[in-house]
Nanobody, 125 residues
Framework: QVQLVESGGGLVQAGDSLSLSCVAS????????MAWFRQAPGNEREFVAR????????YYADSVKGRFSISNDKAKNTVYLQMNSLKPEDTAVYYC??????????????????WGQGTQVTVSS
């Protein structure tokens, strides 16, 4: 059974940093891409960042480029999202997702097979 378990969310002030973790288990993720999405109340789920499990290939939404950094530690089966210079508009539930590297837009939730339960990030002004 595949599980993605996020942690690290919390309440911070604008300008602060926060690091999220996603521990993946239940299968080998070779050939998979790992991503972070976020969803604020009343909004659709929004792509944040993606990393390919075996390759140093990353991709970011324009809204977080230069502030957020995605990485993974294959030995620990963990994906990280380092978030710097946080803004109130970054407030959302952050989800870890995983899916095979196949066709389709990596920005679309539909290409991801597995999802975590989410962790809340709240940024106060």
């Amino acid at each position: 059974q595949v599980q993605l378990v996020e942690s690290g969310g919390g309440l911070v002030q604008a300008g602060d940093s926060l690091s999220l973790s996603c521990v993946a288990s239940g299968r080998t993720f070779s050939g998979y891409r790992m991503a972070w999405f976020r969803q604020a109340p009343g909004n659709e789920r929004e792509f944040v960042a993606r990393i390919n499990w075996n390759l140093p290939s990353t991709y970011y939404a324009d809204s977080v480029k230069g502030r957020f950094s995605i990485s993974n530690d294959k030995a620990k089966n963990t994906v990280y999202l380092q978030m710097n210079s946080l803004k109130p508009e970054d407030t959302a539930v952050y989800y870890c997702a995983s899916g095979p590297i196949i066709g389709g837009s990596e920005r679309s939730p539909e290409v991801y097979t597995y999802w975590g339960q989410g962790t809340q990030v709240t940024v106060s002004s």
